[in-house]
């Protein structure tokens, strides 16, 4: 019927108008030509995977000596990219955008994940080759080596989290974590046998084959079972408006650290919902990229 092709019709332009809209879209297409943008670098020599790339954001008009901030993406350590959600939402363009705009270097990053990968230790291997290759690369770029920063959101925070306090990761691309200016997990995950509950039957299989399949498996690549006193500079950042199991976590995370006598800084900002958090970088009202700022300076 004439009224029902015409309902159909309206809510494909909403649903259009609202893509067209989304904070991050408009974040990232309408500023990404205020920055300097080099996409597609490889970070590690002689390979050409593309999950083995990243995308540079440089500030303009910026002196030399500013930081560098390297940007590890989430999604349950399976098949997501650092351009996935670009075309019709911005993401994550629009953090390397944001954050080049305010001053920062961005090297957004892909890394392999599950099924590519067996093992979770690929994914850190990548991050840790990621970060080598950001560090020597500095000079040229304009930024200072000495101001680089590892920032991760979601499955990424929790790798994040990890390059900073088992420094055996980085140590096997040559990078000693307490030269890293500091790190930072954003809706992260620190304790992988007690998250196991909380996830689908799917996810916790992927989980148990990339850093199981036991429970001492699972506590070696946990965070919290690398909380002490003495480590890099660590933000842990979450909402009261993230997933239940992400904000346990955090309070879980916090409460280990403090028991431990860490310094660790841990910032919990009002209602922001999971994937928000990412999504509205760059916004007006964006309380994810001040913090990250008030972090880096």
Not at 99 to 117: D, F, K, N, T
Not at 141 to 151: E, I, M, P, Q, T
Not at 226 to 245: C, I, N, Q, W, Y
Request: positive net charge; charged residues 20%; proline residues 6%.
């Amino acid at each position: 019927m004439p009224w029902k092709r015409l309902l159909w019709l309206a809510g494909v332009v909403l649903l259009a108008w609202s893509l067209w809209l989304w904070p991050a879209r408009r974040n990232y297409y309408g500023k990404r030509d205020l920055v300097e943008r080099r996409p597609d670098l490889p970070y590690v020599v002689g390979v050409a995977d593309p999950k083995r790339q990243l995308d540079l954001y440089l500030p303009r008009g910026v002196a030399a000596g500013f930081p560098v901030v390297v940007f590890v993406h989430g999604g349950y350590w399976s098949p997501l990219d650092r351009r996935w959600l670009q075309p019709l939402l911005g993401a994550f363009g629009n953090v390397g955008v944001a954050l080049a705009r305010h001053g920062v270097a961005a090297a957004i990053l892909s890394y392999r994940q599950y099924p590519l990968i067996q093992r979770g230790d690929d994914s850190l291997d990548d991050l840790a080759a990621a970060v080598r290759f950001v560090r020597d690369s500095c000079p040229g770029w304009g930024c200072d080596a000495r101001r680089l920063f590892v920032v991760g959101h979601s499955a990424g925070g929790h790798l994040a989290s990890l390059l900073a306090l088992d420094g055996r990761i980085l140590r096997r691309a040559g990078v000693d974590a307490d030269a890293i200016a500091g790190f930072v997990s954003i809706d992260g995950l620190f304790d992988l046998g007690a998250s196991l509950a909380s996830f689908k039957p799917e996810q916790a299989a992927i989980v148990r084959q990339l850093f199981g399949p036991d429970d001492a498996s699972l506590a070696a690549h946990s965070t919290v079972s690398f909380a002490r006193a003495r480590h890099p500079r660590l933000l842990f950042v979450d909402s009261t408006g993230d997933e239940k199991m992400c904000r346990d976590a955090f309070h879980a995370m916090r409460a280990r650290m403090a028991e431990v006598g860490s310094p660790a800084t841990f910032v919990e900002l009002p209602g922001l919902g999971h994937n928000e958090a990412m999504l509205r970088v760059g916004t007006d009202d964006d309380p994810v990229l001040p913090t990250l700022l008030g972090f880096i300076r």
